[in-house]
Nanobody, 112 residues
Framework: EVQLVESGGGDVQPGGSLRLSCIISGSTFSTYGMSWVRQAPGKGLEWVSGINSGGDKINYAESVKGRFTISRDKAKNTLYLQMESLKPEDTALYYC?????WGQGTQVTVSS
């Protein structure tokens, strides 16, 4: 069974930065691509970024391109999302996903 645990969320002012982490248990980490997905209050799910198993193919949603950076550390079984220049519209519950498995999410709130 795959388990994902996100962390790193918090409250930050506009223009600030956060780094989200997602630790994955099980043997699937090195085999499959992973994604970050978010859900803003009262809205549907929004795909944010994805990275393939090798780490050399990366994509971002237009809304975060140039501000967010996804990466993965195979030695630590960890997926990261470095978020810079945060905006109030980035406020959401952020999830990491692999195959059909999701973590519990970590809350990011951007507010002055």
């Amino acid at each position: 069974e795959v388990q994902l645990v996100e962390s790193g969320g918090g409250d930050v002012q506009p223009g600030g930065s956060l780094r989200l982490s997602c630790i994955i248990s099980g043997s699937t980490f090195s085999t499959y691509g992973m994604s970050w997905v978010r859900q803003a209050p009262g809205k549907g799910l929004e795909w944010v970024s994805g990275i393939n198993s090798g780490g050399d193919k990366i994509n971002y949603a237009e809304s975060v391109k140039g501000r967010f950076t996804i990466s993965r550390d195979k030695a630590k079984n960890t997926l990261y999302l470095q978020m810079e220049s945060l905006k109030p519209e980035d406020t959401a519950l952020y999830y990491c996903t692999i195959l059909a498995s999701w973590g519990q999410g970590t809350q990011v709130t951007v507010s002055s």
